[in-house]
DNA sequence: TTGAAAGCGCTAACAT
DNA sequence: ATGTTAGCGCTTTCAA
C-alpha cells in the first residue's frame, strides 16, 4: 500500500548511469562531471519514473532537514494564529522548506520544552511566536540554531526579531484620516497594559504635529466592544461639546462599538463621522456595516519574514544577525471612512 | 556550532555495550534481550550524555517519520484556523508526532499539490481540514496513506471525517434557553448559503418539538454583525408584537448585532432578553459585555481527534475507517443568557 | 568524465 | 543474553 518509490539506484538502472551521476543531476551540480547527453537520459528516466528524491534520506546524509520549526505560546486563542502560520508555511514552501509547528498551548507554558524537541527533530531553523506583542526572555535552546522572534521581541536585544510598526501605523492612519479634510480627531480606548497601544498613540500624535494640528484628546478606554461603545457614546452626546470628525480606535473591536455608538446616536458613518479600528480582524472588522477602515496587523507577513530571514541564513550559511525588523501595518480602506463633511 | 550531539554509538562505548542494545533499550524492546543491570547501564550512559536518539537516521531506517501532515484550504483568513493546529499538534505531540502545515493559501488552491509535497516528505498520515463546513471532492493523493477530513466530508463518503454535531448544537443552545425559562425564541440570520444554518435550525426545532412548544420562528438575515443589529432592531420594535423571551443567533456576529440592538432599545440583557451566540469566536463573544452565550465550533477538537485518529490507525497498523465522527459543540455560559423574566 | 566506496545514525535479522 | 551484520536512500570523496 505504501507504494514502492523509485529510488536514485533505479533511475540510474534505467538510465544506465551510476547512483552518483543520478545525485549530480538532481542537485544541480552535473555540470562538468557527467556529459550533456547524460544528465538528459538521467533527467528523461527521473520523470518517466516520477522519480523524486527521498528528502529523509538526503537529510541524514546532509544533515538537514529542510524544516523550519514554529513554536507559538498560545496560538489557540488567537485570531491571528493562522495568517502567521500561512505566511511562513507559504513562504518556505517556495524555498522547499516545510514547517513544522509545537503549540506550547499556553500562556505561562513554557516553550523550552518545545524548543527543545524541534531541535531533536533537527530542524534547520525556528521561530518562535507570541500572540501578542511582547518582550520575552528567550530560552537558551532558541541560541543555537538560526532563529529569529516573531511578534515579540529579545529582552536582551541579541535575537533577531520581526515586528509590526505600531508607530508607523498609528502615523499613517491618522494621516489617512487628516487627508480626508478631517480635523479634530479623537483616540479611543486601549488599556495601559498592552505595549502597542503607546506606540499607535506616538504615532497619532505625531502625524497631528506634523500637519500642524494641536495634539489629539486620547480616550481610555478598553480593547473590547463595549469599551468603545460606552466611550463614542459619551464623546457623540450633544452635552459634551462638539463633536470631533473622525474617531481612531485602539482596536477592531473597539470601534465596532463606536461603530454601534455613532448609529445610535443617528449618525451617518462615513457621512457624520469616520471611524478607524487597527488589526485588521477578520469576521470583524470585514463584518460591520459599513465595513470597517483598519490598519491590518501584519501576521501574514511576520511569518512570511520570519521564515524568509532564516532561510536566507541557512542557504548562504550566514549568521542571521539581531536586527529587529519593522513590518508595516498595512491600511485597509473599507467603509468607515470618508471625506469631511463640512466645507 | 551545531553542536555534535552524541550516537547510540558513543552511548553503547560509554556503558560497554554494544550499539543493538543501546537501541534496544531506547525502543522498549529490551526485556528478554538485554540484561537488566546491562539496561540500566545504558540508561544511565544515555542520560549522561544526554543522548536522543536521531529521529531522521530512524526514521530512514523504519520508513516512518512520526509526521502527520495537515493541509488547510484558506486557514490565513480564519481566526479558527489557530486552534485547529494547535488542538493537532498537541495531540500529535503527545504520542511522539510533529505535525507539518501546509497552507494552499486560497479557496481555489488546489491542495493536490500540497499533498503531494507533504507525501514526497514522507508524513505518516494527512489531515485536509477546511476554513468552512462542507464537502469535497477527496484528491487521490489523499487516499494512498492514512488520512481524515477535518471539518469537511467526503463526496463519495469513503473516507474518515471529523465535524461538528450542528444539529445537536441547535438543540442543546435551545434547551439551555428553555431551561432558564424561556418560551418564545426566534432564531436569527444564517445566509442559505452555508451547510451549517439547515442543521443548527434542525436541531432548534427539535428542541422545542420536544418541549411541547410549537415551533420557533426563523427570521431571514445574513451573517455579520449588522445583519443581526437590522433584524433584533426590527424584532424589539413594539408595534412587531410582544417581544421574545430569547433570540438563537446564527453566528456570534449577529449575536453581537443583536446584543447593541437590544441595549438600543432599552433592554436589559439577560434580565429582559437571553441572546444566543454560535461558533465561539474568540475575540468577538468574550469581547461583548455581557460575553455572549454561544455553542462553541470545536476545532480545538477537530484537530485533536484528527489526529488522534490517524495515530491510533498508524500505532495499530489498522485501516481507518470511513466513519464519519460527529463532535459536540460545548455551550459555553457567559453572560448574555438568564432566567426568564416573568413569573 | 565516470563509477566505486564510504558513510550519515539507526534498527532488525541474524549468528554466537 | 549478547554482539555482528546488513542495509534504509542518499551524497560526496576518491580512484580509475
Known sequence: ??????????????????????????????????????????????????????PIASGLRRQRSRMIGIVTDEAAS???????????????????????????????????????????????????????????????????????????????????????D???????????????????????????????????IRGFQAALAAAGLPPGEVVEAGWDIDDGFRAAEALFAPENGPRPDAVFCASDRVATG????????????????????YDDQRHLADATVPGLTTMALPHEGMGRVAAERIIAALDSNAEIGA??????CPLVVRGSTGPAARA
Request: glycine share 10%; hydrophobic share 40%; charged share 20%.
Open 78 to 164: 488567537s485570531p491571528f494564529a493562522g495568517r502567521m502560520l500561512a505566511g511562513a508555511s507559504q513562504a518556505a514552501a517556495g524555498h522547499g522548506y516545510l514547517t513544522v509547528i509545537a503549540d506550547a498551548g499556553g500562556p505561562a507554558a513554557d516553550t523550552t520544552h518545545f524548543i527543545d524537541e524541534l531541535r531533536r527533530r533537527r530542524v534547520d531553523g525556528l521561530i518562535l511566536a507570541t500572540q501578542s506583542l511582547r518582550t520575552i526572555v528567550v530560552p537558551d535552546g532558541l541560541r543555537l540554531q538560526p532563529s529569529v522572534l516573531a511578534n515579540c521581541r529579545d529582552a536582551a536585544g541579541t535575537m533577531g526579531a520581526i515586528i509590526p
Open 1 to 54: 500500500m505504501p507504494n514502492r518509490r523509485p529510488t536514485a539506484q533505479d533511475v540510474a538502472k534505467h538510465a544506465g548511469a551510476s547512483r552518483s551521476a543520478v545525485s549530480m543531476v538532481m542537485n544541480g551540480n552535473a555540470d562538468g562531471n557527467v556529459s550533456p547527453d547524460m544528465q538528459e537520459r538521467i533527467r528523461r528516466a527521473a520523470a518517466e519514473l516520477e522519480y523524486t528524491p527521498h
Open 258 to 277: 463606536a461603530l454601534l455608538a455613532a448609529r445610535t446616536a443617528g449618525l451617518d458613518v462615513p457621512g457624520d463621522i469616520s471611524i478607524m479600528g
Open 323 to 328: 536586527e529587529t525588523t519593522l513590518l508595516e
Open 166 to 200: 505600531e508607530v508607523r501605523g498609528g502615523r499613517e492612519a491618522t494621516e489617512h484620516l487628516i487627508s480626508l479634510g478631517h480635523r479634530r480627531i479623537v483616540w479611543i480606548g486601549g488599556g495601559v497594559d498592552v505595549d502597542a497601544r503607546p506606540a499607535r
